[in-house]
């Protein structure tokens, strides 16, 4: 996904809604220390996710997510997180958003 960044996507309002489930949220142990040590609470990027604010995605990425709230697709956000590249993808069914680093994939 990180490839696609050489254009970035056309910035949208935020959803005043949720635009779907996030099902059960969990993270991966080197972001939820990452968040701890920065003081960071998950919630401000789930929220902008779960609102449509996809990050620092392409603007075929974002068109992409759009069209899985539509068609019950996987979503993926990217965030830049304390000097970290920060990623949240709900699968496709919306029974779980994971927190992870891309690296982590």
């Known amino acids: 996904m990180d490839q696609h960044q050489s254009q970035p996507a056309v910035s949208r309002p935020l959803s005043p809604a949720p635009l779907f489930s996030l ?47 539509k068609h019950g697709f996987r979503i993926l956000s990217s965030y830049e997180c304390a000097g970290e590249r920060l990623w949240i993808i709900t699968e496709a069914d919306r029974s779980v958003t994971t927190l992870l680093r891309p690296d982590e994939y």
């Not at 990027?45 to 759009?66: K, M």
């Open 23 to 69: 099902g059960q949220v969990v993270a991966t142990p080197a972001v939820i220390e990452h968040l701890i040590e920065h003081g960071i609470s998950a919630r401000t990027f789930l929220h902008r996710h779960q609102h449509g604010d996809w990050g620092d995605v392409c603007s075929e990425d974002a068109a992409t997510n759009n069209a899985a709230i």
